[in-house]
């Protein structure tokens, strides 16, 4: 298999604010998607899924203290060691850093204490690099009929996959085409935290606002609920993830908004089953008459590593016309989640399909195949069973 190469940065001993963020904008350069720095470590980047070594020598525990202190502020360390944890944001910016005029670099950081191989109680700082250009969906090789259902006039799309599926970038990329081709669009989003950084001079319609939970309101449902009163277009949600958002994504999508929200769920039928299976028992039923009037998409992401070094996106999905919507009517909703399955599977449109087929093609090995599907999966397909 190629591996792309990544040549640590020379800190020359020191980590000090200024050094880390040049190191940051070195990283971001070599098309590093994450930063992991713990004490008692080296650090390390992920490069196109791929973890790689960055610096010569180890973290002092000693030395993330002050930089932290430094860069974020000196409340972080304190929700540390207190256990909570905490969540912020970085952007870099100036010439100096070697960042060009009028860009900007940003990243979403989480900060944790942990036992890290010989220290007991070290800091963790996981950093997410946000690209300073919005990804432009039309280069993402989107299926056809797909990109058409990224738009409907109204309803819920729902974006799924695990950590790291590239979900944030499809959503950019739906809002950014949305603000160059669809003009008569207003766009407004609630985030956490805020990522990529919509709008700008090429923006055709109003400018798009994003909101950011804990700031600037407290949480996603309650984003919603403020939604309703700005006539919006497109509302995008950070994450549909309990009950009070859920419901008040599908409200919205009923009351004649398209409401985008992401979901860290595996397959299409895993996804329709968890939006349910949130409310109680006794609200289910009611509850899922609901999901399918406002359904419009489901499509679940996986980002595979490539024999070239690089990754490449698969999809499953399901579009929730007419047609599929009277289907699932029809039927108790306890089994929707098999229909669906059942449907892709026939249709060869499974993410295990999408992933045996780049197998075949030599773009991805055997066992890339296995971690996404298992061996069970790969040997009924090396023998040709269904």
Known sequence: ????AFEP??????LDPDTFKRFVVYAAQQGVSDILVQGGDHIWVELHGRQ?????QTVKQGQLSALISSVWGPDVEGAIRAGTGADRSLELFGEELGIARGKRLRARNNFIQAR????DAAFAITMRLIPAELPDITTMDIEPDLFEAFYPAKGLVLVCGPTGSGKTTLLAGIYGYAGVMMPDRKVITYEDPVEFVLGGPHWRGP??????????IADFASGLRNAMRRKPSIIGIGEARDLETIDAAIEAGLTGHLCNASCHTDSVAETINRMIQVYPPAQQSAIASRLIGSLALIVVQRLLKTTDGKRQAIREYLIFDRELRNELQDQPFERW???LR???????????????GLLHAGRIDKQE???LAGHKAYAQRAKGTP
């Not at 059942?342 to 045996?356: I, M, R, S, V, Y």
């Open 52 to 56: 790689r070594r960055a610096s010569y």
């Open 116 to 119: 890290v191989a010989q220290l």
């Open 207 to 216: 400018q798009p606002a994003q909101s950011q939970i804990g700031r600037d």
């Open 337 to 339: 989640p098999k229909m």
């Open 369 to 371: 195949f296995i971690e």
């Open 342 to 356: 059942e449907k892709l599977e026939a249709e060869h449109a499974t993410l295990d399909d999408k992933a045996w």
């Open 9 to 14: 940065y020379d800190f020359r001993g020191e």
């Open 1 to 4: 298999m190629s591996e792309l």
